[in-house]
């Protein structure tokens, strides 16, 4: 069984797979009349296919242990779909890249307080994965006509760990 060390979630790290969603560093302006701040275009939401509409939901999920047995991944070939933690609970994002249609080279993310994800469209990705306890995430992704589900399970599982 091949072996992915979690490592921490950074910018420069995860722009292959997508943009990471955080306010440091961020554009921001003021708004309504002084009294907010607009931290403004974090992530491309992106949208293909038929009719297309961004979906916006709350996803809650059970918590995974580490080492995790990780048997599958997926991607959606029409749309990006965005998670920000609803907490500041642990998770991972586990990512991989495209060779002749499969996912390969996996890396194992762990957001740090205050982050989220953005995973481009068509990008090969772990399912939720929340650490230590149940957690809530807002998901901003794709609905519309057309299959935007693909997964792939490994004949032989990974390994994530610490």
Do not use: C
Not at 113 to 129: C, E, F, R
Request: no cysteine; proline share 9%.
């Amino acid at each position: 069984m091949d072996a992915v060390v979690v490592e921490p979630l950074t910018a420069a790290a995860f722009a292959p797979f997508g943009q990471v969603i955080e306010i440091d560093g961020a554009h921001h302006y003021p708004i309504n009349g002084g009294m907010t701040e607009r931290y403004h275009d974090l992530a491309r939401v992106e949208l293909g296919g038929v009719h297309p509409r961004p979906l916006i939901s709350i996803f809650r999920g059970q918590p995974y242990a580490l080492p995790l047995t990780l048997k599958l991944v997926e991607r959606h070939p029409l749309g990006s779909q965005a998670f920000y933690p609803l907490s500041a609970s642990p998770w991972l994002v586990i990512t991989a890249e495209d060779e002749a249609g499969r996912p390969v080279r996996l890396r194992a993310f762990q957001p740090g307080p205050g982050q989220g994800v953005n995973i481009a469209m068509n990008t090969w990705h772990g399912v939720l994965t929340p650490l230590e306890v149940a957690a809530d995430f807002l998901v901003v992704d794709r609905g519309g006509d057309g299959n935007n589900l693909e997964e792939y399970d490994f004949q032989e599982p990974w390994l994530i760990t610490r």
